[in-house]
């Protein structure tokens, strides 16, 4: 499943090509959805919360798509031959006279007021990726240095940097029990949102803690600090700013002590997902 910077940088990348601009063409392909609350109308932004990508409209309604396992945005100049989005697999296509966003094999599609776009997530906890998800360590520097602390966006609808939510963050993990291990925790998007196994693996191993440690434990604040600057460098450069120590590396030699990476599952039996470790560097 897409992590929270693989959303994000696909937000940005919507948003460069779509926000401001009227739509030429919308064809949704989703039996509950209706291309006639938008009228081809203006796209004001695109943005992202944790894995939920937000499509507004100067109108006052939003487009909402979840990429879930296997859906996935591109862009294409409109006439090519993509464009024409003949795929069974498409689900969704913007277009402005010069860029046609395709959205294949999308999870979820709803339309709602933007104004009621929290009632679509108000199950999840903090976006680690948001600016008012800033560690309260960093907040003087995340304010001085922006570039370098907070998560690129090119849609911005509150320029207020803070840790207001990384503080909600931390009472969410507290009020957890204490025996819960460490990475189901981690993957729990009530808890916090948009980290995924990947983020959750590679945070674990920097910080040499297995993810069957209990929270009680576990040194949140750096971990957490941690996978939010892994995730941000995921932002800043896509795919290439990932940096993969353990993640579906099973069986082969770890990058620090040569151990064979192991996996195993974690969370609850009807939502159990992998994790990859070093038995060695992160035994306990």
């Known amino acids: ?39 081809r109308g203006v796209v004001h932004d695109v943005d992202a919360y944790a894995k939920h990508l937000f499509v507004r409209f100067a109108s006052g309604v939003s487009l909402h798509t979840h990429l879930r396992m296997d859906g996935v945005w591109r862009v294409v100049p409109t006439g090519s031959r993509e464009a024409q989005a003949s795929s069974p697999t498409v689900r969704a296509v913007l277009a402005t006279s010069e860029w046609t966003c395709v959205g294949y094999e999308l999870g979820m599609m709803d339309i709602v007021p933007t104004a009621r776009e929290r009632d679509l997530i108000a199950h999840l906890g903090p976006d680690i990726l948001a600016d008012q998800c800033v560690p309260t360590h960093l907040l003087d520097q995340a304010r001085a240095d922006p570039a370098r602390f907070l998560a690129p966006r090119r849609a911005h609808t509150s320029l207020l940097v803070s840790d207001r939510d990384w503080i909600e963050a931390l009472s969410r993990f507290a009020a957890q029990p204490q025996t819960r291990p460490i990475g189901e925790t981690l993957l729990d998007q009530s808890v916090v949102s948009g980290i995924g196994t ?86 306990r």
């Open 1 to 39: 499943m897409p992590e929270g910077d693989t959303v994000l940088s696909v937000a940005n990348r919507l948003h460069e090509v779509l926000g401001g601009h009227s739509l030429t063409r919308v064809d949704l392909r989703w039996p509950s959805v209706s291309v006639d609350a938008f009228n």
């Open 198 to 283: 990947i983020f959750m693996a590679e945070g674990l191993f920097t910080h040499r803690i297995s993810p069957m440690r209990p929270l009680a434990d576990t040194p949140l604040v750096p971990l957490l600090a941690s996978i939010r600057g892994h995730l941000i460098r995921g932002v800043v450069r896509p795919v290439a700013g990932r940096r993969i120590h353990v993640h579906s590396r099973r069986g082969q030699p770890c990058m620090r002590c040569g151990t064979p990476i192991a996996r195993r599952l974690v969370g609850p039996p009807t939502a159990q997902r992998p994790a990859f470790y070093c038995p060695t560097c992160q035994h």
